[in-house]
Each structure stands twice: as structure tokens, then as C-alpha cells.
């Protein structure tokens, strides 16, 4: 069976890495094994019923973490595949992942310090918040379904701004050496993003439809709702949160792209969708509205809003890509657009040759529409004889004059055809002009006209984007990964981690005598009370192996007894310790 990793194109596998399980300590299989089994206890009575044989399926465990490609191996049942990625990838990487059915996971593990949620995107979120749902297949053909228009939706320089401050608050919270005030400038940093929004994009407006559903989505009925997104199935607490009635439920309706979020903190409302089935339902209202699908003037003007990278697509199956500056419209006919660079010229999604960013890289113009004394005609359509009568000839000076008064004179260097069809006449000595106002310059250089009537569509992103690179976002300025070494403490403290699983692993085997191991757990107790009196994951895990084995008289021991004290959920520094150690305590009993 191939690797998914091996079937991505080059841009795409830029994003990917090979996915090394070396990099985990005892310390992050601990923490994933206490998600996952606080998991395991709440959410097959609160989870659609699928979440529980879905785990299973798609290769996950609960006593560690999986490697991406079991994972991977598993989704390829289904249809779908996995991939290690790194990071925080740019939103169209992530979409255009999902339209190709391949989970993009980030293999980074959240750490203890953050055990009941992280911003950053981690393997659990990725991997146990996503896949075990894939199963249902209505479900799996709305994350499709959902990708593949995601990738056409226009987005705005704003909608960049948010990702990268986003990007930056997730890496800098999970690292460890972040200082208070690092992480204080980071979210200042994401307010200042979110305020200086001046309007929605369509791509907010998607990206609020994932949220409500893929993430933080609830189906059923409104009063006993069954949890099915990934953000909640990442987050017992969170979770619990969602069922109380502090969390208002609204029946799913296209209105839910109507309501912002903040990652930062709890949702008021969520959406409870009536069915899986209801969720395409909804997403083919919001399919309709974009303006990949409506084309026209309107599409133009959500283009141009947007000031980001679109693609303009004529109804020749000509598309520019570029940053729309401006056009011109007679009514509702489109007759001119201009671009700034760099610029791509595509047929049906792939650059000409010869008609990339290099040669536009600092814009591009053309008009388009039908000529003068041919609007029941189509320039495209012509044959070769009709073109000679235009002086569309190679090194044959002529001017076309379009019905909306451009103007078009020079000396035709190359026609370009695709199937048959004429869709860009390249000029040299070439001037634009109407009703006086020069649009080209000769000097300028060459002059390349595309050729078509209408706009159809308009989306966002580049055509072939192989070809124009990545040109909007900037490279992360930090990881989540830690810059530097673990002191002496830690790398105790993950040694005997790593001892307590040994033990695990040897107690739980039969016909061994365990005398020896128990004394090693003795002196192991001892040990994690007197050094990492913090570590309360760690005395979580002892004190288990202990109920476990020692039985009732052995937890009457002093050792024991001063742990079970140091576990108890009111010793705890803080409301948030309380209840992690509450509920680990609760999932031993």
C-alpha cells in the first residue's frame, strides 16, 4: 500500500515531513495516554456513535501515540489517507489537504503544562479529533465537499494578517521558553488583527462554517446533542463545557456564517445539525453564494476587495491570477481588468508557457468582451481566415476596436490557441487606448491581450499553484518545538516516565513474579515525592500502578498515603490542576 506522503505533488509535500516517533518522551506518551483515556470515558455516552469504532478503525491507541502512516494505513479503508505536516501550515495547504481527502496531522504532542487544550494544532487535535469520524462517510464527503470549495473562496489581505498572528500566538504559547510576556505581545498582536477587519471575506465566512461544524460541531437533537467536531473531540473539559445549558444551542442553518469566533475562548453558542446529511445541505446554500460561482461583476468586486491573490477565470477558460486592482464594466458586461504582480496567465488551471510571474511580475491589463461589429460573435470562435480579415496575422500591424470603446493597435508577434480556440494574441509596438486615455504604453514592451467574453468566475488563490509559488505568506517566525536543552529536573522527571511505562508494561504481564517490580515501584513513589513534587502526571500514573497492584494494604503504606494526599484535588495550586487531577483520580476509581 502507498504512502499518501508518496502521491502529494511537490508543493504540497513541501508542508510534509517524515513522521519521527523518536522525538516523544515518556513524558508525551503520558500525556496523550490521560487524554485519550479521559476520552475513552465521556465520549462514547456524549460523541456520535461512530467516534468509538471509528477510533479503532483509524489506527489510534490509547497508551501511545500513534505514527502517522498507521494512521494513514487505516484512512486508506475509507478513502482518505494521512500525512504528517509541520506546524501551523497556510490555510490553503490545510484546505487543499482535505479536497484530495488527506488529513494533514501536525505531529507536534501538546505538553503536560497544556494538557487540556493548546492553540497549536498537535497530533491529538489532528489526529484524535478528526480521523475517528472519517468513518461516516456523509461526514467525510462534507470535509471533501467543504475543502474543495474552501480552496475557491476569495480571501483578503486581513484574512492573512489573522493567520499569521494566530500562527504565532499557537507556536509561542506551546513553547516552553515563552515568558509571560511574549506570550501577552502575541495575543495583543491577534487583537490587532482582528480589529483592523473592515469586512468579511468569503473565506472568513467558510472558514466560520468549518468552525461551527468541523470543529466545534454538535448533531442531533437540540436538547441531548452528540458531540462530532474535532475541537471538541480534542478537549474532555471543553467538551463538558459545551453539554451544560452555559452553552446556547442553535439549530444549523446557513446564519451560523453570520457568527465570529475567537480561539482564545469558550464559545457561547454551537450548532446542532439535525442530521450528517443536513451538513452538505447547508453547505450547498453557501456553495451557491461565492463568487466562483456567480461570476460576474459582483465577483469582480469581491475580487478586487480582497486586495489578496485571485484568480479571474473567462469564460475561454483563460484565467489570470494576480492581486485585481481594477476593471471596467458598461452595465453588467465586464470590459477591462488590471492586475498588480506578480501575474499568471493559466489555460483550464495550468500556466502558459511563458506566462508567468517573471514575464508579469509587475502586473498585467487587457480588455476583453466582444469587437465592434461582432457582438453576436466571439473573437475565440473565429477560424483562421476570419482572423486574416481582422489582421490577426503574425507580423501584420492591426487595430481591434471592441464594443466598449478599447482600442487595441500593434503588431501581432504570436496567436495563442487551445483547442481550436483563440485565447491570447501577444503585441510588440502595441499601444491601449479609450476614448483617449492610454491604458498601454509601446514603450512599455510587449503586450499580451487575453481573449474572452465574460467572467464565470472568480476565485481565490492562483490557478496553477506549482507554478505562481508562495507569495502572500511569510515564513513562521518561531516553533512550537523548544530551543533549548532539558534542564537536569526535567530529564529526571522524563527518566522516570519512562521507568513507570517499563514497570507498566512488566506488571502487566503474566506469570512473572512481581516482588521486584513492586519494590522498584516503591522506590519510584518515593523518588517522584521528593524530586517532582509538581509533576502531578506523574504521581497520578504511580499512584495508579499502585491501586492497581498493591492492593488495599499496600496503599496503607506511608508512601502511599502521602501520595494520595499530595493527589488530592484540593491541595491543588490552582482550578485547572484541580480538575485534571479530579478526573484522572475519577477514571481510576
Known amino acids: 500500500m502507498q504512502r499518501s506522503l508518496d502521491r502529494l505533488p511537490p508543493y504540497l509535500r513541501a508542508y ?173 498582536r491577534l487583537q490587532q488583527a482582528l480589529k483592523s477587519f473592515t469586512y468579511t471575506s468569503e473565506q472568513a465566512l467558510v472558514a466560520r462554517m468549518s468552525w461551527w461544524t468541523a470543529e466545534y460541531g454538535l448533531v442531533g437533537s437540540l436538547d441531548q446533542p452528540k458531540i462530532y467536531g474535532a475541537g471538541l473531540l480534542s478537549s474532555v473539559g471543553e467538551s463538558k463545557h459545551a453539554m451544560t445549558s452555559k452553552v446556547k444551542k442553535i439549530r444549523l442553518s446557513l446564519d451560523c456564517i453570520k457568527y465570529s469566533y475567537n480561539i482564545t475562548e469558550p464559545q457561547p453558542q454551537l450548532f446542532v445539525a439535525e442530521s450528517m446529511h443536513h451538513l452538505n445541505d447547508v453547505l450547498h446554500e453557501l456553495d451557491a453564494m461565492l463568487a466562483y460561482r456567480i461570476g460576474g461583476v459582483e465577483a469582480l468586486k469581491r475580487g478586487q476587495e480582497g486586495g489578496a491573490v485571485c484568480t479571474v477565470d473567462l469564460n475561454t477558460h483563460i484565467g489570470i491570477t494576480g492581486r485585481l486592482t481594477a476593471y471596467e464594466q458598461t452595465g453588467d458586461r465586464v470590459d477591462f481588468v488590471k492586475f498588480s504582480g506578480p501575474v499568471q496567465i493559466s489555460w483550464q488551471g495550468r500556466e502558459i508557457e511563458g506566462q508567468g510571474t517573471t514575464r508579469h511580475a509587475h502586473g498585467f491589463s487587457s480588455p476583453v468582451g466582444r469587437l465592434a461589429g461582432y457582438t453576436d460573435r466571439s473573437l475565440s470562435n473565429m477560424n483562421e481566415s476570419e482572423c486574416r480579415e481582422l ?100 530529564l529526571d522527571g522524563i527518566a522516570c516516565y519512562q521507568k513507570l511505562r517499563t514497570l507498566r508494561d512488566r506488571l502487566n504481564q503474566r506469570g512473572v513474579d512481581k516482588t521486584s517490580q513492586l519494590q522498584e515501584l516503591e522506590a519510584l513513589a518515593v523518588a517522584v515525592q521528593r524530586d517532582h513534587p509538581k509533576e502531578w502526571l506523574l504521581q497520578l500514573e504511580v499512584y495508579e500502578l499502585a491501586r492497581e497492584h498493591l492492593g488495599s494494604q499496600g496503599l496503607s503504606t506511608s508512601w502511599a498515603r502521602d501520595l494520595s494526599q499530595q493527589l488530592d484535588p484540593d491541595n491543588q495550586p490552582s482550578d485547572d490542576l484541580h480538575e485534571l487531577v479530579a478526573e484522572g483520580l475519577k477514571l481510576l476509581h
Open 16 to 188: 510534509c515531513t517524515e513522521h519521527d516517533t523518536s522525538k516523544y518522551t515518556a513524558r508525551d506518551h503520558a500525556a496523550w495516554r490521560y487524554i485519550m483515556r479521559r476520552a475513552m470515558d465521556f465520549f462514547p455516552e456524549h460523541a456520535v456513535s461512530t467516534y468509538t469504532s471509528g477510533f479503532k478503525k483509524t489506527g489510534l491507541q490509547v497508551d501511545r501515540i500513534p505514527h502517522v502512516d498507521e494512521i494513514d494505513r487505516a484512512l486508506q479503508e475509507f478513502g482518505w489517507g494521512a500525512v504528517p505536516v509541520v506546524g501551523f501550515i497556510a490555510p490553503w495547504a490545510f484546505i487543499e489537504f482535505q479536497a484530495r481527502k488527506i488529513l494533514p496531522i501536525a505531529t507536534d504532542m501538546r505538553s503536560v503544562d497544556h494538557i487540556a487544550y493548546t492553540p497549536a494544532p498537535d497530533i491529538v487535535h489532528e489526529a484524535a479529533g478528526h480521523a475517528p469520524i472519517i468513518p461516516d462517510k456523509e461526514y467525510s464527503d462534507y470535509l471533501a465537499y467543504y475543502a474543495s470549495l474552501g480552496s475557491k473562496a476569495i480571501y483578503s489581505k486581513q484574512d492573512l494578517m489573522l493567520y499569521e498572528a494566530v500562527r504565532y500566538l499557537s507556536d509561542i504559547k506551546e513553547k516552553p521558553e515563552s515568558t509571560q510576556a511574549v506570550i501577552s505581545g502575541a495575543e495583543q
Open 391 to 490: 489582421g490577426l496575422t503574425v507580423n501584420q500591424t492591426t487595430t481591434l476596436r471592441f464594443a466598449s470603446g478599447f482600442e487595441v493597435n500593434g503588431r501581432v508577434l504570436r496567436l495563442h490557441r487551445e483547442q481550436s480556440q483563440l485565447v491570447l494574441v501577444t503585441f510588440t509596438d502595441c499601444s491601449v487606448r479609450k476614448n483617449g486615455q492610454l491604458y498601454f504604453d509601446p514603450a512599455w514592451g510587449e503586450f499580451d491581450m487575453v481573449v474572452g467574453d465574460t467572467v464565470p468566475s472568480v476565485y481565490g488563490g492562483p490557478a496553477d499553484r506549482e507554478k505562481y509559488g508562495e507569495q502572500e505568506i511569510t515564513p513562521a517566525e518561531t516553533t512550537p518545538a523548544r530551543d533549548t536543552p532539558y534542564s537536569a529536573e526535567e
